[in-house]
């Protein structure tokens, strides 16, 4: 942050990890700018933003000053999370099909994803975040105050073994959250959702780290990681001796080291004993194939053609294995009830 932004600005949050100012532009839109105390790699320095001044500061108490330009962001409209995450669900579940139907947001976190949800699908009648993080319910609550939208509510899951009372759901999304559920929750809340999913309905799911890709990305960035099994994972950790991971391996699960595949998910589907899950191709265009929806979502200015080659051995895997082997998951399952 530069010293001429702080001179236009008034801090409203400090911590450990920095100080967060806000610069009024006008019109109901300011910046957020923050310092950081130590450097934070990937993490966002300022953000313009319509949010309140009282949710911003939530938002830094809450996720600390390090992250509060990045969740503000998330919850912008035209962010990268926004674009990408109605990018890839509007390929296979169109506002048509939403028309008076109920949305369910497992998950929903500090709600950045209902503002986007709400704006992709003007024809839903009701859209539900659940969320077990007490701290994020509350940010997700003033965001959604904040848009004046009464079709949007948020619910405390309240135990993270069990489920509120669920509509049924017309699409059930899930948007990064099956790895950090632990084993034993996976096997208790996946067929919950599956069941709340409305006949001829659909389940989302994106952003889930493939469970057996070469490179543990999500919380250590270690290679290899994937392929050790857990004591061994966990001693690798602990003698990396990172300051920003956990120390035990269930905190570890919790972080998300540990992702899922597209088989797991389909599985625990079919155990619920409801309806058939099948899985949906994409409808754009120019995206007929699950690994055309991957690749056009990738930078393919630089090496081109080795993506393009990868493209196409992704297709043949998955037209072997049935599942596409990319490193993080995106999964649209459709309810399929036959008599």
Request: with cysteine; charged share 25%; net charge negative.
């Amino acid at each position: 942050m530069r010293d001429s932004d702080v001179d236009r600005s008034a801090m409203i949050h400090e911590d450990a990890t920095g100080q967060v100012f806000i610069e009024e532009i006008g019109d109901e839109v300011s910046q957020v700018h923050v310092r950081l105390t130590l450097p934070v790699p990937g993490v966002l320095l300022s953000a313009r933003t319509n949010a309140p001044n009282d949710l911003i500061a939530r938002i830094a108490r809450v996720k600390t000053s390090a992250w509060t330009a990045d969740e503000v962001s998330r919850g912008t409209i035209g962010s990268d999370f926004g674009s990408e995450l109605i990018r890839n669900i509007s390929a296979f579940v169109s506002d048509a099909d939403m028309a008076g139907g109920t949305l369910v947001d497992f998950g929903c976190g500090s709600g950045a994803s209902l503002v986007h949800l709400a704006r992709a699908y003007p024809s839903a009648a009701r859209i539900v975040g659940i969320e077990f993080n007490d701290d994020f319910l509350g940010i997700a609550r003033e965001r959604i105050e904040h848009l004046r939208d009464p079709r949007l509510e948020v619910v405390a899951q309240g135990d993270s073994m069990s489920l509120p009372g669920l509509p049924s759901a017309r699409l059930v999304c899930l948007s990064a959250v099956v790895e950090h559920m632990l084993p034993a929750e996976r096997s208790i809340l996946l067929p919950q959702l599956w069941d709340a999913v409305a006949e001829h309905g659909w389940f989302f799911l994106m952003d889930t780290p493939h469970r057996w890709f070469p490179k543990e990305a999500h919380t250590t960035g270690f290679w290899g990681l994937n392929f050790q099994d857990d004591e061994s994972a966990h001693r690798r950790v602990v003698r990396a001796d990172r300051r920003d991971l956990p120390a035990t391996w269930p905190e570890l699960l919790r972080a998300g080291i540990r992702g899922s595949t597209e088989r797991e998910i389909l599985q625990l589907f079919r155990s619920s004993g409801s309806c058939a899950p099948a899985v949906e191709s994409p409808r754009y265009p120019r995206a007929r194939r699950r690994v055309d929806l991957w690749f056009e979502g990738l930078s393919t200015a630089r090496l081109r053609w080795l993506k393009v080659c990868l493209r196409e051995a992704l297709n043949a895997g998955e037209l072997i294995s049935g599942s596409l082997a990319t490193q993080n998951i995106s999964l649209c399952v459709r309810k399929v009830c036959r008599q």
